[in-house]
């Protein structure tokens, strides 16, 4: 801890009252951690969160409207997403994972580095649109992360790994899935239906593949786990942009 952190905790305190955050402070004590065998490799986990893999994508009232309107916008997203792919390669870049960097792991950036990325508002308006009034102004985007098109190459493999906490979640829009595509999180895998959404915890061990011909490509958007409460959210976003600035992450 620091005094930017300690600072940081006592102003969410102050606001939300005594006690409001004493997950947190449990979890950056690691002998208090409880933690299923399958998320052994993740950095931190908030303790007292349900330890499922997989959620339904509707079971969250405050998930289920970004879900919904993705779903609905999918015609168009795709659409979208094509003329990006063959006009404006370039926005495409190498997937950068904490663990790696694949080069068969294309990424669209809409939101990076705690801010939207405005260029994306012109290539690919629909997802844009959605993200900014569904996730972005409710709140329920995780700062944190990002989101981003998901694009797997033919052959692509995305190796077996945890992230890095389970105080977020990652929603999966599916917007073009070619045969011989699939995701395994803990002990289930699951393949893709094109224009539907899947929901699971990363903190699992989670790999994913496309063996088939064509790219693959889901729209992934990092969002608080339902399941924190405000005052958490808040001192998360603290501690790990702390964090990253002592680390010189920002």
């Not at 402070?25 to 908030?46: C, G, S, Y």
């Not at 003329?83 to 997937?95: E, N, V």
């Not at 669209?108 to 959605?130: C, N």
């Not at 064509?214 to 959210?233: M, S």
Request: hydrophobic fraction near 40%.
């Amino acid at each position: 801890m620091t005094p930017e952190i300690d600072d940081a905790f006592e102003a969410v305190e102050k606001r939300y009252g005594a006690g409001s955050i004493d997950r947190v402070r449990q979890m950056l004590d690691p002998a208090r951690q409880e933690r299923h065998p399958l998320q052994k490799d993740a950095k931190w986990i908030l303790p007292g969160l349900s330890q499922k893999p997989w959620h339904d994508p509707y079971e969250h009232p405050e998930i289920a409207p970004v879900v919904r309107a993705f779903e609905a916008g999918h015609a168009d997203i795709k659409e979208e997403l094509a003329t990006a792919w063959s006009r404006s390669r370039p926005a495409f870049t190498d997937y950068e994972h904490y663990l790696s960097t694949q080069s068969d792991w294309q990424a669209l950036y809409l939101f990076r580095a705690g801010a939207p990325v405005p260029e994306s508002a012109q290539i690919v308006p629909t997802a844009y649109r959605i993200l900014d009034e569904y996730a972005l102004r409710t709140g329920i985007h995780c700062p944190l992360l990002e989101s981003h098109f998901s694009t797997l190459l033919p052959g692509a493999v995305v190796k077996p790994h945890c992230d890095l906490w389970n105080f977020s979640i990652n929603l999966h829009l599916a917007v073009d899935i070619p045969e011989g595509c699939g995701i395994k999180v803990a002990d289930e895998a699951r393949a893709w239906v094109e224009g539907e959404c899947l929901l699971f915890d990363y903190s699992f061990e989670h790999e994913a593949w496309n063996k088939g011909d064509g790219t693959r490509t889901c729209l992934l958007v990092d969002l608080w786990h339902p399941e924190t409460t405000l005052a958490e959210r808040a001192a998360l976003t603290a501690l790990i942009t702390e964090i990253r600035l002592l680390l010189g992450d920002l």
